[in-house]
């Protein structure tokens, strides 16, 4: 099934050249491109695409605002943030908004579709590693604000023992596979952890489900 792409950057010379790295791959296809967070959220609408590149700082709305309208409208597209820098101090900001992850903009043609892929797949972007790094790192900041007691006993006071078990794991960093291995069960019975996860906690994919239990405290930095 080939990945329809939306690309949403206020450089020219990044959406082309991305629509031609993309287009270029027999399983994805660019549907469109946006120059501002504004158009992009209305793009997305009209083009309905999978996965949406979705840089940060744009004029008329930024990334940022553009993702939470996006994740707000229900719509099945998967928002995958790009960023300068691997650190940038707003891609905290996107994934809360509901980004399913980043992606550096230097990234070479197959880190590009690979990383389309895999969001469109509804997995977490990129490796674990970096997204653990990324959340442990603005954690630290203690500037984002927590989820309220009430708010961590109704959600995921759901879960059971071994899905907060698992949650905790996810956003530690480790994979299905590892995961599995960790807890000496097969990796089909993980996926379905995290499936349930998911649902349970009205998430839309592993980054947000490591993104909560920070903010939940399941998970500290360090």
Do not use: C, W
């Amino acid at each position: 099934m080939t990945i329809r792409v939306l690309i949403a950057d206020d450089q020219m010379m990044v959406r082309e050249g991305f629509s031609v790295l993309l287009n270029a791959m027999p399983d994805i296809e660019v549907v469109g491109e946006a120059v501002n967070g504004r158009e992009a959220v209305d793009r997305v609408r009209e083009l309905a695409p999978d996965v949406v590149l979705m840089d940060i700082r744009m004029p008329v709305m930024n990334g940022i605002e553009a993702t939470r309208e996006i994740v707000a409208a229900d719509v099945t597209s998967k928002v995958l943030v790009l960023t300068t820098f691997d650190l940038d101090e707003y891609v905290y900001q996107a994934l809360r908004a509901g980004a399913s992850g980043f992606l550096l903009k230097d990234a070479s043609a197959r880190q590009l579709a690979d990383g389309v892929k895999v969001v469109a797949a509804g997995e977490a972007l990129l490796a674990p590693s970096v997204t653990r790094r990324l959340i442990t790192e603005f954690s630290k900041l203690g500037e984002t604000p927590r989820l309220s007691a009430t708010v961590q006993a109704q959600q995921y006071g759901e879960l059971t023992e071994r899905e907060t078990e698992v949650l905790v794991l996810i956003a530690q960093g480790l994979s299905n596979s590892e995961i599995a291995s960790r807890l000496v069960v097969a990796e089909s019975t993980i996926k379905t952890h995290v499936s349930r996860i998911l649902v349970k906690l009205g998430l839309r994919d592993r980054t947000q489900a490591a993104v909560f239990a920070y903010e939940a405290r399941l998970v500290t930095p360090g």
